[in-house]
């Protein structure tokens, strides 16, 4: 009999995802420490990374004389005093659902996790990697680590205080946990931001000298044009614009309020509160526009990997799309350009925007290889 618990939606694709590069071939030395650092963060990535393992026959291609024992690794990381852990959600495509409370009779202890995943990296080394044993002192970030994805690849990555980052196409963060902040530092593209709450170690995002703390809260950042954009989702994020390194932006009497649809100067080094459903907008003058009732649906479909139009103009909405598609589309008339676009489409089918414009009798497509297409006006 199974007695294996359903295991959240997440955990499944990250393990699935180590599982196919390792069938790939060898990871490189920063995927094996990345390995490492999901792997101690809890036994549940252990078990779900071997049963990944074993569904891609990973494990015949490394042990083809069946040495290693699935289940005796499992029977090794788990515990009598541990009851399985049983976590629900519901499907729901590209997007993943906030998990069900985990209940247990006692916590795994840091060490108990640090062994589980040392013993799993010291099997597979002996077979494929660089012998490279994770030290049980690294059971957190406390380096900078850089994660980047590619033209149209979507990407979320859990941190070991529980936060979780999604990023979107072409976005490039480096995470950097120390003994007193939570930092990522977005380069460039967008991520949406799930903080998990913690008051005596404040999360910070930093967008060349703009800082955005959480005040336990999920928010989206995007920098785009030389502007960075600021969509809360859920609580209460702090704008600081050229914040001191060690800037704790808690909310003050100092504290500006966002409590209208303005443009406005914010005085160096105070804080923007920005509340659920609210945008900030800071522009490369320095100037932030402000909006109270934001389009959240909107600035947050890519998660789904959808974009909604709203009177938007061809010019942006074509804009939208080659950020995520290797079809790169050109306009060659400024009053199409301007043309108003509603709708939603998904972001990895550029040719059903091509359909459309095509259909409305005010464009034609010229095609130009496989990559690159202009619309002209008729």
């Known amino acids: 009999m199974n007695t294996r618990s359903q295991p959240n939606t997440l955990i499944i694709e990250q393990a699935s995802y180590w599982a196919v590069l390792i069938d790939e071939g060898e990871l490189s030395q920063r995927q094996h420490h990345e390995l490492a650092q999901w792997l101690v963060e809890s036994p549940t990535h252990v078990q779900e990374f071997l049963h990944a393992c074993t569904l891609l026959d990973v494990l015949d291609d490394i042990d083809p004389n069946k040495n290693i024992s699935v289940e005796g690794l499992l029977k090794k990381i788990s515990t009598p005093d541990v009851e399985p852990i049983s976590i629900t959600s519901k499907p729901a495509p590209y997007a993943y659902e906030k998990p069900a409370r985990i ?33 049980l002192k690294q059971q957190t970030i406390s380096h900078s680590v850089n994660y980047v994805t590619t033209l149209g690849e979507q990407r979320s990555i859990t941190l070991s205080d529980g936060s979780i980052i999604y990023l979107n196409t072409l976005t490039n963060v480096d995470i950097d946990y120390t003994s007193q902040f939570r930092n990522i530092v977005l380069h460039n593209g967008e991520a949406i931001f799930k903080v998990a709450h913690n008051p005596d170690k404040p999360f910070r995002v930093w967008v060349n000298g703009t800082m955005f703390q959480a005040l336990g809260t999920e928010f989206n950042v995007r920098s785009n044009k030389g502007n960075v954009e600021l969509t809360v989702i859920n609580g209460v994020v702090a704008l600081t614009k050229n914040a001191r390194k060690h800037q704790d932006a808690s909310v003050s009497e100092e504290s500006v309020r966002l409590d209208s649809n303005a443009e406005i100067e914010v005085p160096l080094g105070r804080p923007l509160i920005v509340s659920v459903g609210q945008q900030a907008t800071v522009k490369e003058d320095g100037k932030i526009t402000t909006l109270v009732n934001a389009d959240v649906d909107k600035k947050t479909s890519w998660k789904a990997r959808e974009m909604i139009f709203k009177n938007d103009s061809l010019e942006d909405v074509i804009y939208e799309f080659n950020r995520y598609n290797a079809l790169q589309i050109s306009i060659a008339s400024e009053q199409l350009s301007k043309m108003s676009i509603t709708g939603v489409f998904e972001t990895n089918d550029p040719q059903s925007l091509l359909r459309f414009l095509e259909s409305s009798g005010k464009a034609k497509i010229q095609r130009h290889g496989a990559n690159s297409v202009t619309i002209l006006a008729l």
């Open 103 to 135: 209940e247990t009779k006692k916590r795994p202890t840091r060490m108990f996790w640090a062994l589980a995943a040392s013993l799993v990296l010291s099997v597979l080394a002996l077979y494929q990697f660089t012998p490279a044993v994770l030290p």
